[in-house]
T-cell receptor
Framework: DVKVTQSSRYLVKRTGEKVFLECVQD?????MFWYRQDPGLGLRLIYF???????EKGDIPEGYSVSREKKERFSLILESASTNQTSMYLC???????????????FGPGTRLTVL | AQKVTQAQTEISVVEKEDVTLDCVYE???????LFWYKQPPSGELVFLIR??????QNEISGRYSWNFQKSTSSFNFTITASQVVDSAVYFC?????????????FGQGTELSVKP
């Protein structure tokens, strides 16, 4: 079974703090993704990575950065957290981007971040 | 542009009723992929099904069935004889060909409540 884990289920931070959200997958997947989920908006892609040290912007990258130093780990960084970044953050991974069944994304349990 | 619409925000049924969750998509790609995910209260998105645009065969898996119709750009999901454990938020998602990086476009989600 694919296992995607996220470092925290719940996190409370203050405005202006630097926040790190960690995601680890144990299936040697090439690709990793960060989404945020907000009511009525579904999931929106923030960033993704298709290889170590490689990253691509998603649909809403503003205010976020990412780091992928090892294949299994993908970090989302909020350089200076703001209240409008209060959300559920979901990490996902997939084996391939080739357009076949291997590109199915598997998700972690999510981190519910509150910025006060 | 790609878009997924799940017009039903919330559905409430009584156990053993059949329920259909609607999904309508928009894309200009001729090759694309459709997905359904389930998000139980625990928060983790669980992959249910993946369909490619060249395969319009309907699929049945136990109490779950999916009806893919390209003519109406719909990919509807039916749960037969619903159970309380089916209570969750269900997301429909769309991705394009591999050269678009495997990005998933999600609908807004449909919250299904199955009452005993």
């Amino acid at each position: 079974d694919v296992k995607v884990t996220q470092s925290s289920r719940y996190l409370v931070k203050r405005t202006g703090e630097k926040v790190f959200l960690e995601c680890v997958q144990d299936m040697d997947h090439e690709n990793m993704f960060w989404y945020r989920q907000d009511p009525g908006l579904g999931l929106r892609l923030i960033y993704f990575s298709y290889d170590v040290k490689m990253k691509e912007k998603g649909d809403i990258p503003e205010g976020y950065s990412v780091s992928r130093e090892k294949k299994e780990r993908f970090s989302l960084i909020l350089e200076s957290a703001s209240t409008n970044q209060t959300s559920m953050y979901l990490c996902a991974s997939s084996l391939s981007l080739a357009g076949g069944p291997l590109d199915t994304q598997y998700f972690g349990p999510g981190t519910r971040l509150t910025v006060l | 542009a790609q878009k997924v619409t799940q017009a039903q925000t919330e559905i409430s049924v009584v156990e053993k009723e059949d329920v259909t969750l609607d999904c309508v998509y928009e894309t200009r790609d001729t090759t694309y992929y459709l997905f359904w995910y389930k998000q139980p209260p625990s928060g983790e998105l669980v992959f249910l099904i993946r369909r490619n645009s060249f395969d319009e065969q309907n699929e049945i898996s136990g109490r779950y069935s999916w009806n893919f119709q390209k003519s109406t750009s719909s990919f509807n999901f039916t749960i037969t004889a619903s159970q309380v454990v089916d209570s969750a938020v269900y997301f429909c998602a769309l991705s394009g060909p591999y050269n678009q990086g495997g990005k998933l476009i999600f609908g807004q989600g449909t919250e299904l409540s199955v009452k005993p």
